[in-house]
């Protein structure tokens, strides 16, 4: 006997669905086929509810209010810098104060952000192999201390586990980005 829900949904795609219906159906199951790629299928696929307790833990934000204002601080600061780059550190501290009074002064970087995040993991593995330059890794500690144990705390387990699969050499700097992509691509 067929899938009950297998057969209302295909119900819904060949009787009911109007374009725009497809179009998301359609990006559903592209985004569905990269779980399972990533996942290397059903079987490894984690537990939504879990994962997102353990990405919630990682990155220390609970759901207090000091922790969500903190979580937006370090977005607002990261977006700051990196698009007005030539600004020192009070000048941030000036503008982020404004836009959302109340923060400290330090905190960790969020995990928040896809591009975020992906700036991060880049700055971690040029770091670990390496090839940071001295300038930025001074001021990275200038701004968040010990950054790479803070940024390392904040990567969801997922993306631990591709930084240090490529760190071991056990895939290329293109299957390293791919999968980076789609990882992030899955969180948001």
Request: charge should be negative; charged fraction near 30%; include cysteine.
């Amino acid at each position: 006997m067929a899938d009950p829900e297998l057969v209302k949904t295909l119900d819904y795609i060949m009787n009911r669905c109007d374009e725009a219906a497809i179009e998301a159906v359609a990006a559903a199951v592209v985004r569905r086929r990269r779980d399972l790629a990533l996942f290397g299928g059903k079987s490894n696929l984690p537990d939504p509810k879990k994962w997102a307790k353990d990405i919630t833990s990682q990155m220390n934000i609970g759901a207090s209010t000091d922790g969500v204002r903190d979580m937006v601080r370090n977005m607002a600061v990261e977006i700051i810098k990196q698009h007005a780059p030539e600004l020192t550190g009070e000048q941030i501290a000036e503008l982020t104060e404004a836009w959302i009074p109340g923060g400290r002064e330090e905190s960790a970087p969020s995990g928040g952000n896809p591009d975020l995040m992906e700036t991060m993991a880049a700055q971690f593995v040029a770091f670990s192999q390496g090839k940071m330059s001295r300038i930025e890794d001074q001021s990275l500690r200038d701004q968040m201390g010990a950054w790479p144990d803070r940024y390392w705390k904040t990567f969801p387990q997922v993306i631990k586990l591709i930084i240090r699969d490529y760190l071991k050499g056990e895939f290329d700097e293109k299957a390293f980005q791919d999968k980076l992509r789609t990882a992030l691509s899955l969180q948001g």
